[in-house]
């Protein structure tokens, strides 16, 4: 959002708002979709020095969870508050900024609930709602960790560790 500040009068608090596509502002992650715009609602208030652009970004997202893939949705609910040094300016483009704000606000992991046991390794099913057919030590002979199971295996039958 620009803020020309021949707009605005000193001591005047002035109700703003905006909305954004959420690709436009390159905010979406593999993890962490929208689902609608990004509304913006808010007030702006020019000082004799300073400018203050408070208010809420909200949207509709989806979480998607990094353990069982599940998408969540959700409500984003972002408040904001920026300050803006006036001297010598007569626009302040407040977009680099709101789009910081809501990129902060996506989780570096984010699991769909604490207990979620995930996908199996072995044939992809959602652990959450069914079991498989695959066995546990099949699991873990076609994973990556099967070599560190046998070094593990050796080592204890040879009496070191």
């Known amino acids: 959002m620009q803020i020309r500040l021949a707009d605005y009068k000193e001591g005047v608090l002035t109700k703003v708002s905006g909305e954004y596509e959420p690709k436009s502002l390159d905010v979406e992650f593999i993890d962490f979709v929208y689902s609608q715009n990004i509304a913006l609602?808010?007030?702006?208030?020019?000082?004799?020095d300073t400018l203050t652009?408070?208010?809420?970004?909200?949207?509709?997202?989806?979480?998607?969870?990094?353990?069982?893939?599940?998408?969540?949705?959700?409500?984003?609910?972002?408040?904001?508050?920026?300050?803006?040094a006036l001297k010598g300016k007569e626009v302040i483009e407040t977009l680099d900024d709101l789009r910081e704000t809501l990129i902060l606000e996506h989780p570096i992991s984010f699991v769909c609930q604490e207990s979620?046991?995930?996908?199996?390794?072995?044939?992809g099913i959602n652990l959450n709602e069914s079991r498989c057919a695959c066995t546990s030590s099949s699991k873990?002979?076609?994973?990556a960790f099967s070599r560190l199971k046998g070094i593990w295996a050796h080592k204890k039958g040879s009496g070191h560790g």
């Open 41 to 48: 609602r808010g007030t702006v208030e020019k000082g004799a």
């Open 53 to 84: 652009f408070r208010g809420q970004l909200t949207s509709e997202i989806q979480n998607i969870c990094g353990r069982c893939l599940k998408p969540v949705p959700r409500s984003l609910d972002c408040p904001f508050e920026f300050f803006y």
């Open 116 to 123: 979620c046991r995930g996908l199996c390794p072995q044939c």
């Open 140 to 143: 873990l002979s076609g994973s």
